[in-house]
């Protein structure tokens, strides 16, 4: 059963502290995230964070499930990480496809003793990985993806940091919801906006403009929310550019 400490006891020197520098860590982490406005940023700060606050933490990467169901890594502490990541998706196999696919933290205290994910295990080694720990980011049931803690040892993750990497992957998850959302949203209106312009110049129909803007994302490998800003920022249809500042021409 618990116990009661006696009236006035003084806590153990050295406790508070640590205590102290979690929650300032994560009053940090909370202002931060809540005020990035771009999926790029967000997930840029919360690697950043999980080395940071989790303290058996050597790097850490995100995996992304996309709109069309394929799932990358775009931001990472090391080449190393984004590499281990790449392995699981070229495979098939790994602890964070686990952690997407089955919807629960994954973990290996010794990569060198596990037997699950086969293929991927020996080639994570090889690039200096020992233990891992992956957490399901979601919301409301919906996966966004997965924040992968890498470490060069083994052993490396006691339950404080389990507890601190599960309350940064909640955090970061509502965080890179709220900047996904605000990204469609500005996408559809800018693409709604270069739509319109172009029916008022061209005078054609509303699918027809929008089959243009896409026809030049195609071409160009640019993506169509980027062609429709160029499109808008120039006021000029023949002045579409693409991420390498070509000109884009004639939309048709």
């Known amino acids: 059963m618990p116990t009661t400490e006696p009236a006035g006891q003084a806590e153990p020197a050295g406790q508070a502290e640590p205590a102290g520098d979690i929650a300032r860590i994560f009053a940090d982490i909370a202002r931060v995230l809540l005020a990035v406005e771009t999926v790029d940023e967000t997930l840029k700060r919360l690697v950043e964070f999980a080395v940071e606050a989790v303290e058996g933490c050597d790097n850490c990467g995100v995996s992304i499930v996309q709109l069309g169901g394929d799932i990358t890594t775009p931001v990472a502490t090391s ?18 496809l686990s952690a997407i696919w089955e919807q629960q933290t994954f973990e290996s205290d010794d990569l060198m003793q596990e037997r699950r994910w086969p293929q991927w295990v020996p080639r994570a080694v090889e690039l200096g990985a020992h233990s891992l720990v992956s957490f399901r980011l979601f919301v409301k049931g919906d996966t966004l993806g997965a924040l992968n803690l890498y470490a060069g040892k083994p052993r490396a993750f006691d339950d404080l940091d389990r507890a601190v990497g599960a309350i940064l992957a909640s955090h970061g998850a509502i965080a890179l919801a709220g900047a996904q959302r605000k990204e469609r949203y500005e996408g559809a209106v800018v693409v709604a906006k270069a739509t319109g312009m172009l029916m008022e110049r061209r005078g054609i129909t509303s699918a027809q403009a929008l089959e243009l803007l896409q026809r030049a994302a195609i071409r160009t490998d640019t993506r169509l929310q980027k062609v429709a800003e160029r499109f808008v920022g120039r006021h000029d249809p023949q002045a579409v550019t693409n991420e390498q500042g070509r000109r884009i021409e004639p939309l048709q």
């Open 79 to 96: 080449h190393s990480v984004t590499k281990c990541d790449e392995l699981q998706y070229e495979f098939g196999e790994g602890p964070c």
